[in-house]
């Protein structure tokens, strides 16, 4: 089949895995209020074009923490990628450095750091969760340092996983071979028991103090909400915010991100880059997130899909639809430029059904 979208990427991915698998990758937490929410969102959105504007064709590369990235996009941490197939991680630092775009690697990742560097030709952030033993931590920090990774992601709405109602009707549990390969030996069988026992619940802003004490590079804080916590994100010292709800993983009743960016984006004032990730799928949502206040998006489950149906070929393919889609939707608005579209390109009204 000759696959033109994510959302057909989507339902190929779907035939190719475990029922039990599928469920853990695209599920969300309680009733999946927030994963749908995140969707429709997008879904609600239109784009006003303007005609005869002149442009040719639009640019698309852009400037994030100082590097450049061949699209305003890149991957969200995905952990245990070993899952959806066995290169992992391998594949998709792989098909991202074709792509020029970042991957933020996820603690959790079946791939070790040192074999994810040698194979990368882009930014490679560590995505963090912090656990109660501070000395693993610190570890995978220093080790990802000294592996070339370029920045830090910590990730701030996750004390323990939100409650994922497939996972514990299905009684899913990891294969025994997909397992993370940056940690130290241990039960890793069950996510959410392990991160009950291991991550740090009761994480504050001192975090990224510490952070800042064992390591030089940028510091991002994914999972904020508000204004209010992208304001205590600056004050801290973080270098970066992602508008996250996890895919709608943890919190289930949080608000879909793209309704909470303009807030955000207006009282962060342009002080660090804002991210945002949950429900990317098309190339009109990368630009309507962008009008709306992001510097650049993060893009979850469509990676596993792609790496589930075509391994490397798999997420290239993700990545390059995604880039046609947003040249096609910038052009035809008549957007010259990423900084040019703004919150006028947006109308909003009810999400098709
Ligand atoms: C995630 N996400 C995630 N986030 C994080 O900070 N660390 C992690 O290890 C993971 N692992 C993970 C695994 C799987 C299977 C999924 C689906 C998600 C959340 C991820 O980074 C991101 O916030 C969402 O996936 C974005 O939403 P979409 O694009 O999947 O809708």
Redesign the pocket.
């Known amino acids: 089949m000759n696959v033109l979208t994510l959302a057909e990427l989507a339902r190929l991915a779907k035939l190719n895995l475990e029922p039990a698998v599928w469920d853990?990758?695209?599920g969300g937490a309680g009733e999946e209020r927030t994963?749908t929410a995140?969707?429709d969102a997008f879904d609600r959105v239109w784009l006003r074009p303007t005609v005869l504007a002149g442009n040719g064709t639009p640019q698309i590369d852009t400037a994030i923490l100082g590097r450049r990235w061949a699209a305003p996009f890149g991957v969200?941490?995905?952990?245990?990628q070993t899952?959806a197939h066995p290169d992992g991680e391998l594949a998709t630092v792989r098909a991202a450095g074709e792509a020029g775009v970042p991957v933020?690697v996820?603690?959790?990742a079946g791939r070790t750091f040192e074999e994810l560097a040698a194979a990368a030709t882009a930014p490679l952030w560590l995505?963090v969760?912090c656990f109660r033993d501070r000395a693993i931590t610190r570890d995978l920090v220093e080790r990802a340092g000294r592996a070339g990774f370029e920045a830090l992601?910590v990730?701030a709405?996750?004390p323990y996983l939100g409650r994922r109602l497939r996972d514990e009707r299905n009684g899913f549990t990891l294969p025994p071979t997909v397992r993370p390969a940056n940690l130290p030996p241990g039960d890793y069988a069950s996510p959410s028991a392990q991160a009950r026992a291991q991550f740090d619940p009761a994480l504050d802003w001192s975090v990224i103090d510490w952070l800042r004490s064992i390591s030089d590079l940028p510091i991002m804080v994914?999972?904020v909400l508000t204004a209010a916590d992208a304001v205590q994100a600056i004050t801290a010292g973080a270098d970066g915010i992602?508008v996250?709800?996890?895919?709608?993983?943890q919190l289930d009743g949080a608000p879909p991100t793209l309704s909470v960016l303009p807030e955000i984006a207006s009282a962060v004032a342009g002080k660090c880059p804002v991210l945002l990730?949950?429900?990317?799928?098309r190339g009109a949502d990368v630009l309507a997130a962008l009008a709306l206040g992001a510097d650049a998006v993060?893009?979850?489950?469509?990676v596993?899909h792609g790496l589930a149906v075509g391994e490397q070929a798999g997420v290239a393919q993700v990545l390059d639809i995604l880039r046609a889609e947003l040249v096609d939707a910038m052009s035809l608005a008549g957007i010259a430029a990423l900084d040019d579209a703004g919150p006028d390109l947006v109308q909003e009204s009810e999400p098709r059904r």
């Open positions: 853990f990758i695209e994963l995140n969707r969200a941490p995905l952990g245990y899952l933020v996820s603690t959790f995505q969760y992601m990730t709405d996750t994914k999972g992602v996250s709800n996890h895919g709608g993983r990730d949950g429900g990317v799928r993060l893009l979850g489950r469509p596993l």
